[in-house]
């Protein structure tokens, strides 16, 4: 509900895996915030990470999972990988139109396409999946403390929830930080007019 959608990338050769493995390197949601910092500090030295930043705006104002794919495309083109390795970003059953867009994009720009794999829970099975998933959730958790004490920014947690329903029972206007168009903020501001 609250802050950037951040997306990562990691450039590595392909014999880094074991090294980044040997590391910790792991899906970045299973490591404490203190493990992962350690972790993104590191990084540099085994390869070069990437990052894309979607503002709350920008959400709002588009579909979630098309800026997620433009991020993704952008990587491609700046990083130019042999192989691309991918968190499946949608169910494994659109993973085919996932994938032919992108080639189709690649291909119109002139790219030679690289390899790609692309399925589900890539960040805790390829340790460069996990090194960009570190590279994102390090920034994401950045930009949300930079905001004071509103909670991890997620929709469950009881934090953040309480920190939007404030601005709503003053009156006040949600802050640039939050999603507005986030399903939740409209189940928080029914709970809000009723009183529930």
């Known amino acids: 509900m609250l802050g950037p959608l951040v997306v990562g990338g990691f450039l590595c050769d392909a014999d880094t895996s074991d090294a980044l493995d040997a590391a910790g390197v792991d899906d970045s949601k299973k490591l404490s915030p203190k493990k992962r910092r350690a972790l993104r500090e590191i990084l540099p030295s085994h390869g070069t990470p990437f990052l894309r930043e979607v503002s709350p705006a920008q959400i709002d104002a588009c579909n979630i999972n098309t800026l997620e794919e433009e991020a993704f495309f952008e990587i491609i083109v700046e990083a130019r990988p042999d192989h691309v390795t991918i968190d499946a970003p949608c169910h494994p059953a659109a993973i085919p139109n996932f994938l032919a867009r992108l080639k189709t994009r ?70 640039d930080c939050v999603r507005k168009r986030w399903g939740t903020i409209e189940a928080l501001k029914q709970a809000q007019l009723f009183g529930s």
Do not use: C
């Open 106 to 175: 690649l291909t119109a720009l002139g790219m030679a396409l690289p390899g790609f794999t692309v399925e589900p829970k890539a960040d805790a099975n390829y340790p460069v999946v996990g090194a960009a998933s570190i590279v994102a959730k390090v920034h994401r958790d950045a930009a949300i403390a930079a905001l004071g004490p509103v909670g991890s920014g997620y929709p469950s947690d009881p934090v953040t929830r309480a920190w939007i329903q404030g601005f709503m029972a003053r009156k006040e206007d949600l802050p």
